[in-house]
């Protein structure tokens, strides 16, 4: 059992529970970070606040309490930050406790879409890189990001193969297997013949990109793997916030 402090995870305005589970929500106008904050080289800090502040959409103080937040969560003081690294047992719990992600197979491909490096670890650039994209990200890094997670053997392309078995784990079907398998395979056909726009029976990113922009709401049409929108809305996401994760 570890306690968290968390920042930036729902936006000013929302009080109580939010629907997520384990989360309540209380805003601060100001960024504070007790309960995250550990016994840390001021000026490794600073420097790596720096360097991550050129490709995030994140002030430096919210860079730095997310630093924070993520040696807390690692939990090793012993080891230098470079080094350290959530795994991907950690990474799915903060998906659930935060985020209320409940899908196994998406929930492993956004480690996997946050984990650059391909290493099985989270660490503290990929952490503060993935959330920017994730709590912050332009339309544009958003559908980058929700392509990458879609897409699972490496090749760029979503095959109709992938379709099923994502659509088959995000959708619960209440009828007899052989007429889900059914639906499903008539939901596949739908989703190539609306996104495969050279008719080669699998998705590229040119077709997903041009299907998203002429529709905006297909962005997540094979599983949600980003956050409710309307919980980061409001101009300011200064949130302070004290939630217990069993499990890490």
Not at 19 to 28: N, Q
Not at 156 to 161: A, V
Not at 167 to 196: C, F, N, W, Y
């Amino acid at each position: 059992m570890v306690t968290l402090c968390w920042c930036g995870v729902a936006s000013c305005g929302i009080s109580g529970n939010s629907g997520r589970p384990g989360l309540e929500v209380g805003c601060l106008r100001s960024l504070h970070c007790f309960e995250a904050t550990l016994d840390m080289d001021q000026k490794v800090l600073k420097r790596l606040v720096e360097s991550i502040s050129k490709s995030v959409n994140f002030k430096k103080s919210e860079i730095e309490c997310l630093i924070r937040i993520f040696h807390n969560v690692v939990g090793r003081g012993d080891m230098k930050l470079a080094n350290a690294g959530l795994d991907r047992n950690t990474f799915r719990v903060i998906l659930h406790s935060i985020f209320g992600m409940t899908d196994d197979v998406l929930m492993n491909r956004v480690f996997f879409a946050f984990d650059k490096d391909n290493d099985n670890y989270i660490n503290v650039k990929e952490w503060v890189k993935g959330l920017s994209v994730f709590l912050r990200g332009t339309f544009e890094e958003k559908l980058k990001f929700c392509f990458e997670v879609y897409y699972f053997n490496g090749d760029g392309y979503i095959s109709r193969e992938r379709i099923y078995d994502m659509l088959k784990t995000s959708l619960h079907q209440q009828s007899p297997e052989e007429e889900a398998d059914e639906g499903i395979r008539e939901l596949v056909d739908i989703a190539l013949k609306k996104m495969d726009y050279d008719n080669d029976g699998r998705i590229s990113f040119a077709d997903f990109e041009r299907a998203v922009k002429e529709d905006r709401l297909l962005l997540e049409v094979f599983g949600p793997c980003l956050p409710d929108a309307k919980v980061f809305l409001e101009p300011v996401i200064y949130t302070f916030t004290q939630i217990t994760v069993q499990g890490l």
